[in-house]
């Protein structure tokens, strides 16, 4: 009997790996390198797998008030970090790190779980779009990265998940009206067969869902240290950044 090809897939530790590898290049656009824009095209595909991980790491969490601190711990850990490399000053209260982001959705989520274990599905379904349009709004009302959007990214990945076609449709759908419909606000232009077209930089996100729908389950590498090198990436490579552009602006 022929041996059956298993399907290629990728662990939950590379998604995270890659991401922050993405977001290292849209920051090294951002601090050092703001003529190579293509750093910044790359690091569009960021987000969307960190969302993807924040909705599957409630699913798969075993302790969310634990879970829920530790985000809060490195939320303010890395506010200052990302208040002088975003405004340059150590108060900067119109933008919030993207750990904010996360722990809005993260409590959103607990806050639907909680209705759907009390309620009805109607009522269900329409207090979940209730608390999704809170979460939109909390989102630029406290001015989190990526804002009400991000939010929303993470919502998304948390109502259509699973790995059939009817998920993926909606994780699609959502993603590119979230990324090219709402964020879509810098675009390129280029002529194609005599037609111009303008493609949206923000849609670059989309990107992340190959990698995402390559993900079957599988964990990985799964350590405390690999934990912790995951939630302290996000301050320290920013305050090497900073270390670096000081150094450049002498």
Known sequence: MMEQKSKPDISSSALHIL???FMLCDH???ALFP???WLTCIGRIAFPIFAFMIAEGYRRTHNLKRYMLRMLLWACLSEIPFNLIYGGTVIYPYHQNVLWTFLISLLLIFLIEKCRSR???VTVWLLSAGLALAGFILGYAVMADYYGAGVMTIL???FFRGQNWKSRIGQLLCLYIL????LGGYYYAFSLFGHEVEFVQQGL???ALIPIWLYRGRQGIHNKI???FCYGFYPLHIIVLLVIRGFMIR
């Not at 990324?179 to 709402?182: D, R, S």
């Open 156 to 158: 998304t990945f948390y």
């Open 179 to 182: 990324n090219v419909e709402l």
């Open 35 to 37: 003529a190579e824009e």
């Open 28 to 30: 090294l656009w951002a």
């Open 205 to 207: 996100a989309l990107l």
């Open 119 to 121: 309620f009805k599905a």
């Open 226 to 228: 690999f934990q912790y």
């Open 19 to 21: 991401a922050m590898g």
